[in-house]
Structures are given as C-alpha cells and as structure tokens.
T-cell receptor, first 112, second 116 residues
C-alpha cells in the first residue's frame, strides 16, 4: 500500500462548480498534513495546511480525520485558474528530521 | 527574501560527465531537501539535511552525492548518471527547528536534467 494515496483524476468540472479531493495515508504516526498545488512544469507551491478542526481559506476548505487517516480538500466556485495538480502531503517527523511524502496528485481541469 | 534559488535551470549531460546542482536560501532555514520528480509523478524524497548534517538518505544511488557546505547552500554532485536519471530535481527548505514536527516546505523552481 502506498504511504499517501489520491485519486489521480483528471477531474473535469465547469467553472463555478464545487469539487472535492480525497487522500488517505498509511502511517498513523504522521503529524502534519498539507495540500500543495503544482502547475504544469512548475514546482509545487503550498496551498494550505490541514488541521483536525478543519480550516478554510477563501474558496478552499481542508479537513483532516486522524481516526480514518483521511484528508480532504474542497474547492468552491471553481475558477479556470484553479486548473492544476493538487498534491496531498503528509509529514512524519523522525529522529533524522521531517520527512514529507507526496501523494500521486489529483489533476483538476476547470472548463468554461 | 522568501526564495529558494536553484541553478542551473536546465542541464544536459553525458553519462561520463560530472556536474553539480546548486541550491541557495537566505530564510535562515536549517533543513534542506533534495527531491526528484519524473514527468507526471509526484516528487520523491532523496536527501534531507538538518543543521548541515545529512539526516535522511532514501537509499539513493551513490552516483548522487549531496553536500551542504553551510546553512544556506545545498549541492547535489552528479557522476556517471544514467538516462533514467533524467528528471526535474527540486530543492526545498524548511525552518527545521529541532523537535518541530510541523514543517512547510519552500521549493525552488528546479533543475530540469537530461542525461544522454
């Protein structure tokens, strides 16, 4: 089983739609969680951290369920500029340092 | 300055060449990372340096040799690479405070490496 699993998509949605991405992770000792966005041929950029209490940043809402080892990202009122690959990232702190493991990414295409 | 700078942006090398990738940050971060990313795949961790010491090596072949000369610089020395090593090599940094489990990574724009 992969450490971090995501549906690769692509998710093709019309502008204005609400879309949800899911992610599961296998290491119950993981401490922190993030969503990154990666545009084609660019480096990943941090979108938001994910907290158990749920957190919102504008049109984006992230949720963590530690018991189920499940992370989600909800995008409301999708814009054309939201088209990108969304990477679920799980951080596990070891004696050697922080190890961030990336999911395979979910591709989103927002269309007119 | 909130940037991680990588040079060169593109590199083409033969299998007998020796080259180095460079990464620099001036955010005072004490953890630095090398990731390898193949096309349409997520980044894969190669090395982590914490306080200028190699703390994680993800069983990377010895033809990749990392070096951290000081807290702002991270190099990746390449020797006798194979064509399958062609990929985007990403450098990242984070605060890296010891015992701090919640780390956000700041990425450089990467070096696109082609091995012929």
């Amino acid at each position: 089983r992969k450490e971090v699993e995501q549906d690769p998509g692509p998710f093709n949605v019309p502008e204005g739609a609400t879309v949800a991405f899911n992610c599961t992770y296998s290491n119950s000792a993981s401490q922190s969680f993030f969503w990154y966005r990666q545009d084609c041929r660019k480096e990943p950029k941090l979108l938001m951290s994910v907290y158990s209490s749920g957190n919102e940043d504008g049109r984006f809402t992230a949720q963590l369920n530690r018991a189920s080892q499940y992370i989600s990202l909800l995008i409301r009122d999708s814009k054309l500029s939201d088209s990108a690959t969304y990477l679920c990232v799980v951080n596990t702190y070891t004696g050697g340092g922080n190890k961030l493991t990336f999911g395979t990414g979910t591709q989103l295409k927002v269309e007119l | 300055d909130t940037e991680v700078t990588q040079t060169p942006k593109h590199l083409v090398m033969g299998m007998t060449n020796k080259k180095s990738l460079k990464c620099e940050q001036h955010m005072g971060h004490r953890a630095m990372y090398w990731y390898k990313q193949k096309a349409k795949k997520p980044p894969e961790l190669m090395f982590v340096y914490s306080y200028e010491k190699l703390s994680i090596n993800e069983s990377v072949p010895s033809r990749f040799s990392p070096e951290c000369p000081n807290s702002s610089l991270l190099n990746l020395h390449l020797h006798a690479l194979q064509p399958e090593d062609s990929a985007l090599y990403l450098c990242a940094s984070s605060h890296g405070d010891r015992g701090r489990p919640c780390e956000k990574l700041f990425f450089g724009s990467g070096t696109q490496l082609s091995v012929l």
